[in-house]
């Protein structure tokens, strides 16, 4: 008998079916052991020695992998296909090896990018051994999270009562979201004014044209601050005729993007349809583990976790074949599309990207099996993969040059016309705006989405009337979970894998609400950002982070000895932590009310105009002075004359937070 084991029940089921009776396929129910929740797990003086922990939900589990072991000849570890896939692996055969239930078996580790009956069956034929250098990679990785939040939290918890906890990637994360809030509040928006035109042709059409440049003066953002200075320049319409100075009309076109990554996925389910991270990868698992279709469970898509947007040849050449005979001739490339892995930093394991198994299965055929989120995310990595192998859509853009009799005023009316739409006669419906686009003003429309009439260099205008429009510059937006994975990503902090859960922890330890899906973080949060900054600042620098990525991958690829790393990491960082713990709590928040006197204290305008900070007491016939405090519910704005002064109010200037509200003895 042969013994399988693979992490969850629903693929254990699905695997079963395709292996036969001569294989016995269990399921280890995720991670069989972890670090407990105590002081002393790892052990730096010990050469980072673990103290591992089977859970008793994981113990049951075990004992139906240990009595199946005692009958099998062959043990085949087939969890997923990445570093925490490996590790499973791991742990399962340390414990088997400490039940002394391998003797005499032979162990080799499978893994297939894709839940099919040619995959696992090619999976199981093809076994490896449980790669090592995974497995330290794993190992550096869980060390050093463990080291970092059982270490650095309990000074939280001392320092700043009503603090929760610190994490390594965590805590860089929400320093990305209060960073971002403390510019929107210090942002001071900036007046400008633009100019439109709207041009009437005697064949009794119109367009409209934004004014390009003022008697040869190119038109800025800036250009017109007030609305005198936007009325002068209308003024000049009025006593002026115009008339079309040029056409010009230029092909362009626009490629499809490649297959899905894990956070190209999460950013563009958040953006369509307000998928949380989390709720995507539970939806992508499901549709990877396998769907039961007519009889036969089938994994409809490949690993969900992934940095590569690879497909394999085998798979280009069935989407190929299914544009040949389910679309007209120039649909399908002359050119086999080919894409190069996203500039992501430390792009870890190499597997394909988000494809269906089968491009056969269309969402029409597959949407009776699937339930309606389901569906939806297999419309999207259906479509997506199959537009990547898709022809380019092709535009022509047009520019209307207009200009008034002596030169004086200009403008220019953009355009375009899809001559042939390639691969957005399928993806069309799916546009995702990024940050950018959001923060533009909504009566600024993209010139590829406006179609101009038919226009000929000698049509007479019979006019062109202005219209002036105030705006002010926007602050930056608020990150929304696909901005900020986007962002992660960019910087090179976490993994595929992590996303979700370093959102997860963010709103379960309450550091962050919800506003129009965009994240505000709470007062505590920006104290514990400012907390670490200014006394951990080593350590939730994007760089730093980042570099720990690059030297946990080196790890991975056998450059460098888990053990080395995290010595190097120890050192310091346990220096760091000590010398904190010293501190008295005055120090730090005297550090904090300057680090955070611009959230924290009025700005007053003095009598030569410009702003300074004012911490003076409210508190009438009172000249104590304002400043942090904290209690055992957490931090608070306070009077130095206390007790004479009892005034106290929270650390936000009008706003409350949750741990500081009437009632809480503030």
Request: aromatic fraction near 10%; charge should be neutral.
């Amino acid at each position: 008998m042969n013994l399988v084991i693979v992490e969850s029940p629903a693929k254990a089921k699905t695997i079963n079916k395709y292996l036969g009776s001569e294989f016995n396929v269990l399921a280890s129910f995720g991670h069989v052991r972890d670090l407990p929740s105590k002081n002393g797990s790892v052990d730096p003086e010990n050469n980072f020695a673990f103290e591992w922990e089977v859970s008793s939900t994981s113990k049951k589990h075990m004992k139906e992998i240990y009595d199946a072991s005692a009958d099998a000849s062959t043990l085949y570890l087939a969890t997923d296909p990445d570093r925490e896939g490996e590790a499973i692996a791991w742990h399962i055969v340390e414990l088997l090896n400490k039940k002394k239930l391998l003797k005499d078996k032979t162990v080799k580790r499978v893994v297939f990018s894709e839940i099919t009956k040619n995959a696992v069956k090619n999976g199981i034929a093809n076994p490896r051994d449980i790669d090592t250098d995974l497995v330290d990679a794993y190992l550096a990785r869980r060390a050093l999270d463990y080291l970092f939040g059982f270490n650095l939290s309990p000074v939280l918890w001392r320092k700043l009562p009503g603090a929760k906890s610190a994490g390594r990637v965590q805590s860089v994360a929400l320093r990305l979201i209060c960073e971002r809030e403390l510019a929107i509040e210090s942002f001071e928006p900036e007046e400008y004014w633009k100019i439109k035109g709207n041009v009437k042709f005697e064949d009794g059409f119109n367009i409209e044209a934004n004014l390009l440049s003022v008697e040869g003066k190119k038109v800025e953002k800036f250009s017109f601050k007030s609305e005198d200075d936007a009325k002068k320049i209308v003024n000049l319409f009025s006593d002026n005729k115009f008339e079309i100075i040029d056409i010009t009309k230029k092909p362009a076109s626009r490629n499809p993007e490649p297959p899905f990554s894990t956070s190209t996925l999460q950013q563009t389910a958040s953006s369509i349809y307000g998928f949380g991270a989390s709720r995507t990868m539970q939806i992508a698992q499901k549709l990877f583990q396998g769907i039961e279709i007519n009889g036969e469970t089938v994994g409809l898509i490949t690993y969900m976790r992934t940095d590569s947007t690879d497909i394999s040849k085998e798979a280009i050449e069935t989407y190929r074949n299914y544009l040949k005979k389910n679309f007209e001739n120039g649909y399908c490339p002359n050119e086999v599309r080919a894409y190069k892995s996203k500039k992501a930093k430390n792009a870890q394991e190499a597997h394909e990207g988000i494809r269906p198994t089968d491009i056969e299965l269309t969402p029409d055929q597959v949407s009776k099996y699937l339930d309606t989120d389901s569906l939806k995310l297999y419309s999207l990595i259906w479509k997506r993969a199959l537009a990547s192998q898709m022809s380019s859509a092709v535009f022509e853009r047009t520019a209307i040059d207009i200009s008034s009799e002596k030169n004086e005023l200009k403008l220019r009316a953009n355009g375009s016309v899809v001559k042939f739409d390639g691969f957005l006669n399928i993806y069309s419906e799916f546009k995702v705006k990024s940050d950018e686009q959001i923060k533009k003003d909504e009566n600024e429309e993209d010139e590829d989405e406006v179609t101009l009439p038919a226009i000929s260099k000698g049509m007479k205008i019979e006019s062109v009337l202005p219209t002036e429009t105030q705006h002010f510059t926007l602050p930056p937006p608020r990150y929304s979970e696909a901005s900020l994975v986007k962002k992660l990503e960019e910087l090179g902090i976490g993994r595929p894998s992590t996303y979700a859960s370093i959102i997860s922890v963010l709103k379960t330890r309450n550091y962050v609400e919800l506003d129009k899906n965009r994240f505000v973080p709470v007062d505590r949060a920006i104290l514990i950002t400012a907390f670490l900054k200014g006394f951990f600042s080593k350590y939730i620098d994007y760089e730093f982070t980042a570099g720990m990525e690059e030297s946990l991958d080196e790890i991975t690829s056998g450059k460098i000895k888990w053990t080395e790393f995290l010595e190097s990491f120890w050192k310091n960082f346990s220096t760091n932590v000590g010398n904190v713990t010293d501190l008295r709590i005055t120090n730090i928040l005297d550090n904090l009310n300057e680090i955070l006197k611009s959230h924290i204290f009025e700005q007053k305008e003095e009598s030569n105009g410009e702003k300074a900070i004012s911490r003076s007491c409210p508190s009438e016939n009172c000249e104590g002075e304002l400043s942090l405090k904290v209690s055992r519910f957490g931090a608070f704005v306070g009077c130095s004359n206390y007790p004479d002064c009892k005034f106290t109010r929270p650390i936000s200037l009008g706003k409350l937070n949750k741990y500081c509200r009437v009632g809480t003895g503030y």
